[in-house]
């Protein structure tokens, strides 16, 4: 692999994880003002648990994409990298 494929690569990681903690980071901002409004306007029913809960389960989910899911497809990438070079060398032995 190239260098310039390797910085594509290390790139395209860096936007995904920039592009998770944006994510987190509005959600923080949302949820916060929800919980000001719900405690402003009806404090006697909590209802802002249930937002908090829903884009929370979106949030995890994309967090296990960015850093769960990457780690296989660069298991996967150097399973198939390491094929390919076998394949290359198959009936040589460089031993000999």
């Known amino acids: 692999m190239s260098s310039t494929e390797n910085y594509e690569k ?6 995904v994880k920039y592009a998770f ?12 003002l929800l919980v000001i ?7 006697g029913t909590m209802w802002f648990v ?9 949030v995890a989910l994309h967090a296990a994409r960015v850093y769960l899911l990457a780690d296989r497809e660069s298991i996967v990438d150097a399973l198939t990298r ?3 070079r076998d394949s290359r060398h198959d009936g040589y032995d460089e031993r000999r």
């Open 10 to 15: 290390a790139r395209g990681r860096a936007e």
């Open 21 to 32: 903690f944006a994510h987190v980071g509005v959600y923080a901002a949302v949820m916060v």
């Open 37 to 43: 409004v719900n405690l402003l306007t009806s404090p």
């Open 50 to 58: 249930w937002p908090l809960m829903g884009w929370g389960l979106a």
């Open 82 to 84: 390491r094929e390919l």
